[in-house]
């Protein structure tokens, strides 16, 4: 058995290192089928050999009760006829008599009637057949024509062993049989031999062991059911526990305790995964005020990079301009600049992504539209210049929309290049207006990209909203977008509004459009009126 459940064992491990990802409650109940499976085979076989030792040991003791029987019978009819003849009085009896007493009804009645289907019982005296009840060994045969040349030494060797031997027989329908055979002397050369077929020794056996095999199924059921039941409470619970709280932990629930307490191996394993976790809080927690730290520190030098202190020159120019990121940093950005004393400079712009690389990258792109415009090159050039440059490593692909122009006072005329980004609204003569027919190719993705200027003659008064796809595409918590109609709507309602008034007007409604939904972009505006 033990060699069979480790054979077993051993197929199962193969069979699980083919197979992956298996889980542990398979495992082990895999493990358990095999084993009572096992077990099952064996039980069956060990109630096997115990029922067919026992029906022998039944039928020795019921042959050795019935040869006792047959030889008391015998013993007591020999001695009858010593005593008689000892006493002369057998002599003195008729013909009749004395052919009655050698014929000795009470022992060919204890044989003959004997029930073949239990076995037969046959007497041989001096060699040959007293008398038997199978028609196969009639009395009078020499015993040694109906059981073969060594037929006497064998009876002779059952009963001096008091042993059972198997045999053949023939049956009561004349046909030879497997049997079993015992014997017993009643003098040296009297013998009683009996024999009882295989199937009237295990006639039972099929019975008993249909009753042993539901048994043993029911035990074997019982048992796997109780230790399925046992290893979900100890074993599987714990672990599927466990790994609940783990998954909680994976997505961010750091708030989770483990408190499996059925066992020490799961106690001291609760108790380290919440040591860990508490570790693993406070290296957040520290690296998040480090990130703080850091980010504050970003935002402000990113703050600083931007101008806060707006120009207005009156009879020329008014300007104001806000940047509010999504996040700690921001990769929108604007600028002015005075180009000369009656030429201004000013651009917006929107860096692709958002976070350090979008804050990064739009730090580079100020720097570089700034010096160009700054230098007294043509708009135009300009741009393209800071477009080949910002293509130059530029591995990550990232790119900027930028709205660029130059505005000269002591002509009224607007000069500006749009690459790729949101089309401004113009105020002119008391209506606003999209500036259509103005985009261009983004910066940054191709060094060949071809821009186009453009000039407009300004009057007094015209205005010009500049912003970023943060305004138009802000959203609310039914995720609808602002929209370009709600900004247009917007600012035809408010058209005698100043620069800074009307920003603050179109952040106060996306403040009441949002709703408290949070921010999903940088939201950037730049106003510039023609005084």
């Known amino acids: 058995m033990a060699c069979a459940t480790l054979v077993c064992d051993y197929v199962a491990m193969r069979w699980y290192e083919r197979r992956q990802y298996m889980g542990v409650r398979t495992i082990v109940r895999t493990q358990m089928i095999v084993v009572l499976a096992v077990v099952f085979v064996a039980t069956l076989a060990a109630c096997f050999v115990a029922i067919t030792r026992a029906d022998r040991k039944d039928a020795y003791r019921s042959m050795q009760s019935t040869l006792a029987y047959v030889r008391n019978k015998c013993l007591g009819r020999w001695a009858r006829v010593e005593e008689l003849e000892a006493t002369g009085e057998l002599g003195k009896l008729s013909s009749d008599a ?160 483990l408190s499996e307490t059925g066992s020490v191996e799961f106690a001291s394993l609760s108790a380290e995964i919440n040591e860990t976790v ?85 730090m580079r792109a100020k720097n570089e539209l700034a010096s160009r415009m700054q230098s007294g090159i043509d708009l135009l050039e300009a741009m393209m210049l800071t477009n080949e440059h910002l293509c130059e490593g530029n591995d990550a692909l990232t790119f900027v929309t930028v709205w660029a122009a130059t505005f000269d006072w002591s002509t009224n005329t607007l000069t500006f290049v749009n690459a790729g980004h949101n089309e401004p609204l113009l105020l002119r003569d008391g209506r606003w207006e999209w500036l259509r027919g103005s985009d261009g190719p983004i910066m940054g993705f191709s060094e060949f990209a071809v821009f186009e200027k453009r000039t407009l003659t300004l009057a007094a008064n015209d205005e010009l909203l500049l912003f970023t796809d943060g305004v138009t595409e802000a959203m609310n918590a039914d995720s609808k977008q602002y929209r370009e109609a709600c900004l247009k709507e917007l600012v035809e309602q408010n058209v005698e509004l100043a620069p800074r008034d009307l920003d603050a007007a179109i952040r106060a409604d996306l403040a009441t459009w949002a709703a408290g939904a949070e921010q999903s972009d940088d939201i950037t505006i730049l106003v510039f009126r023609v005084c």
Not at 113 to 129: A, F, M
Not at 226 to 240: A, F, M, N
Not at 301 to 320: M, R
């Open 98 to 257: 004395q052919r009655a007493i050698a014929d000795d009804v009470s022992v060919r009645s204890a044989v003959e009637e004997y029930s073949q289907d239990l076995g037969t019982l046959v007497i041989v005296r001096d060699g040959v057949v007293f008398c038997s009840n199978n028609n196969a060994y009639p009395a009078g045969e020499v015993f040694r024509d109906a059981f073969g040349q060594d037929g006497t030494e064998f009876v002779a060797s059952l009963a001096r062993t008091a042993s059972m031997e198997q045999t053949l027989m023939v049956n009561a329908v004349d046909r030879t049989e497997l049997a079993y055979a015992c014997g017993v002397a009643v003098d040296d050369d009297c013998y009683v031999l009996m024999e009882r077929g295989f199937s009237s020794v295990f006639d039972h056996r099929r019975e008993t062991m249909a009753g042993a095999t539901l048994v043993a199924i029911a035990i074997i059921a019982v048992t796997y059911y109780l230790g399925s039941r046992l290893l979900q409470k100890v074993l599987i619970g714990p672990i599927d526990r466990t790994n609940a709280s783990l998954e909680q932990i994976v997505h961010g629930d750091l708030e989770v305790i």
């Open 278 to 362: 508490d570790r693993l809080k406070g290296w957040i927690g520290e690296a998040e005020r480090r990130m703080e730290s850091e980010l504050a520190a970003a935002r402000a030098i990113q703050e600083s990079a931007l101008p806060t202190v707006f120009p207005s020159i009156p009879d020329a120019f008014e300007l104001y301009a806000s940047m509010e990121p999504a996040r700690e940093v921001g990769g929108d950005f604007y600028d002015f600049f005075m180009l000369d004393d009656h030429t201004v400079g000013f651009l917006v712009a929107d860096v692709s992504g958002k976070g350090v690389p979008a804050a990064l990258f739009m």
